[in-house]
C-alpha cells in the first residue's frame, strides 16, 4: 500500500497554495489529489480580485499576506516564466449613498491604520482617473493602488509545477471515495485507483468540502455552494489598458481589463428556495447553467455606469461557484477527527486569502501551533458552540 505523510485534497488555489507552502519548507512526502484537473473548478472560473479593502481586520490581515506573496512570487517572472502576471492597478469603490459613505470612511481608517494605502476620492478624482464613468450619484470613492488581480487557475498551475520540483506528487482525475478512521484518527483514503495510507488529510475541496468531511465522519460541516455568472468581452479598447477592478457598492456590479478584453460581473437573484437548495447541497446547487435571463439586468447597470462598455460585444458567459459559511469566514484547521484538517469555505474570497491560509495550516502541520495569526477561531467547531464571526461585507 503506497503511503504519503500529508494528503491534500482539491488541486484548486488553496491546495496548491498549501503544498507550495509545505514543500518550501521542506515538508516531503506530500500527495495532492484532484477529482478532475487543476484548477479546473472554482478557481479556474473566478474573477481573480485581489483587495484589501474589508471592513474588518481579520481579512485585512489575510490579503495584507496575500498581497505581499504574489508580489513577491511574481517579481521573479524572468526566472519562472510560468508564473502569471500581478496586475496592481488598484480597486475602485465607488459609493452612492450617505451611509454607505459614512461606513467607508470607517473602513479606510481602519485600512489605513493596518498599512494599507487605501485613498479617499472626490467624484472629480474619480472622473478625471476614468471619464468613461457616469458619476452622477456617485458621493465619493476610495481606491487602494497596491490592490489588483491576477489568474487564480494559472497561479495554482505555477505553485503546484514548483511545489513538485520538490517533491510533491499530483494526481489528477483521482477523486476521493472514502477515508478510513480509526479510534477516532485518520489511518487513509480511497481512490478508485488505490488506497493511500497517511495520517494527516487536508480538505481544500471548496464547494464539495461538506461530502469530503462527510467520508471522515463529520455530517453538520457548514460549507454550501453559491453559483455566479461571469462576461468576458470580445477585445475592446474603450478603456485604458490599467483601469482598475471598477466596483458598484450600490449594485455589485464590477469589472476589470483581462488583457484586451472586459471581464464583468454583478450577483444573481438568490431566492428564498435556492438559498435552501443550496445549504442542503442539493445537486443543483452544483449545477452551472448560464442565465440568459440575467443579461439584460447586467446591460442596464453597463448603461448606468459605463455606457462605453455597451459597445464590446459579449464573447463568452460562464457561471463558478463561491464556497460559502454562514459567517463568510472559512474553517481552518483541526476537526475532531485527529488528522483531518480543513481549508474551505472562503466565500468568494479564496484567491486573495490562500496565502495566509496556507501559511496558517503549514506553521500548525509542521510547527505544532499557528503562530502568525491563532488558527483555532476558524475551526468549524465554532459553528457548534455559535462563536461565529460577525459577517461584515463591502461586496
Not at 459579449?314 to 484538517?341: A, N, Q
Request: proline share 8%.
Amino acid at each position: 500500500m503506497p503511503t504519503a505523510d500529508i494528503v491534500i485534497v482539491g488541486g484548486g488555489i488553496i491546495g496548491a497554495s498549501i503544498a507550495y507552502q509545505l514543500t518550501m519548507r521542506g515538508a516531503r512526502n506530500v500527495v495532492l489529489l484532484e477529482r478532475a484537473t487543476i484548477a479546473s473548478g472554482t478557481s479556474g472560473r473566478a474573477t481573480g480580485g485581489i483587495r484589501q479593502q474589508f471592513a474588518d481586520e481579520l481579512d485585512i490581515r489575510f490579503s495584507i499576506a496575500g498581497v505581499r506573496f504574489y508580489e513577491q512570487f511574481t517579481r521573479k517572472r524572468d526566472r519562472h516564466p510560468q508564473r502569471p502576471r500581478f496586475y496592481q492597478y488598484g480597486y475602485l469603490f465607488l459609493v452612492t449613498t450617505p451611509a454607505s459613505w459614512q461606513a467607508m470612511l470607517r473602513f479606510v481608517a481602519l485600512q489605513q491604520s493596518l498599512g494599507v494605502p487605501t485613498q479617499l476620492l472626490t467624484p472629480a478624482d474619480v472622473h478625471q482617473r476614468l471619464p468613461q464613468l457616469v458619476l452622477d450619484d456617485v458621493l465619493g470613492a476610495t481606491f487602494c493602488p497596491t490592490d489588483g488581480y491576477s489568474d487564480p487557475g494559472a497561479m495554482a498551475q505555477a505553485l503546484l509545477q514548483e511545489a513538485q520540483t520538490r517533491g510533491l506528487v499530483v494526481h489528477e482525475h483521482t477523486p476521493v471515495t472514502g477515508i478510513t478512521i480509526a479510534s477516532g484518527r485518520v489511518q487513509a483514503v480511497q481512490t478508485p485507483r488505490e488506497t493511500i495510507q497517511t495520517p494527516l488529510i487536508v480538505n481544500a475541496t471548496g464547494p464539495f468540502s461538506a461530502f469530503v468531511a462527510r467520508l471522515a465522519g463529520i455530517a453538520d460541516f457548514p460549507v454550501y455552494p453559491l453559483r455566479r455568472q461571469l462576461y468576458l468581452t470580445e477585445p475592446f479598447s474603450g478603456l485604458p489598458d490599467d483601469v482598475p477592478m471598477v466596483v458598484d457598492l450600490s449594485t455589485g456590479f464590477h469589472f476589470r481589463r483581462r488583457e484586451k478584453r472586459i471581464i464583468l460581473t454583478m450577483p444573481l437573484p438568490v431566492s428564498a428556495e435556492e438559498e435552501e437548495r443550496n445549504r442542503n447541497l442539493e445537486p443543483d446547487a452544483f449545477a452551472l447553467p448560464v442565465n440568459e435571463d440575467f443579461w439584460p439586468e447586467v446591460r442596464a447597470e453597463i448603461q448606468r455606469r459605463c455606457p462605453p462598455l455597451l459597445k464590446a460585444g459579449i464573447e463568452r458567459v460562464w457561471s463558478g461557484l463561491y464556497e460559502m459559511t454562514p459567517d463568510e469566514h472559512p474553517i481552518l484547521g483541526k476537526t475532531e477527527i485527529e488528522g483531518f484538517l480543513c481549508a474551505c469555505g472562503f466565500s468568494g474570497h479564496g484567491f486573495m486569502h490562500a496565502p495566509m491560509a496556507a501559511k496558517l495550516l503549514t506553521e500548525l502541520i509542521l510547527d505544532g501551533k499557528s503562530t502568525t495569526l491563532p488558527i483555532e477561531p476558524f475551526s468549524h467547531q465554532r459553528f457548534r458552540t455559535g462563536k461565529l464571526f460577525e459577517t461584515t461585507r463591502l461586496l
